[in-house]
Nanobody, 126 residues
Framework: QVQLVESGGGLVQAGDSLRLACAASGLIFSTYAMGWFRQAPGKEREFVAAMARSGGTTDYAISVKGRFTISRDNAKNTVFLQMNSLKPEDTAVYYC???????????????????WGQGTQVTVSS
């Protein structure tokens, strides 16, 4: 079965960096666009970043553009989210997701993604 397992979350101070990883199994990783979403307490899940199957196209939420970088290693079936200059408002559970639709390069819509990880907590203190 398909599994997405996030890691790398934790408690950091404002201005610090974290690198999240999402290891995928049970799927042909290179055929899936990958995305990162987050959900803060009391808020809806929101798009953070996405990367196309080949890695050639990326998209970012305006709130993280210039601070976060998504990347992928298709040989290791892993997608990463490098988060720099973290702010308290970045505090959330971060989820990775996989999208198999070959007609969509990258998507900001959670409904477009077929598979989801269990999430990893990121807490940024001020």
């Amino acid at each position: 079965q398909v599994q997405l397992v996030e890691s790398g979350g934790g408690l950091v101070q404002a201005g610090d960096s974290l690198r999240l990883a999402c290891a995928a199994s049970g799927l042909i990783f290179s055929t899936y666009a990958m995305g990162w979403f987050r959900q803060a307490p009391g808020k809806e899940r929101e798009f953070v970043a996405a990367m196309a199957r080949s890695g050639g196209t990326t998209d970012y939420a305006i709130s993280v553009k210039g601070r976060f970088t998504i990347s992928r290693d298709n040989a290791k079936n892993t997608v990463f989210l490098q988060m720099n200059s973290l702010k308290p408002e970045d505090t959330a559970v971060y989820y990775c997701a996989a999208d198999s639709n070959p007609l969509i390069t990258v998507s900001r819509r959670a409904a477009a993604y077929n598979y989801w990880g269990q999430g990893t907590q990121v807490t940024v203190s001020s």
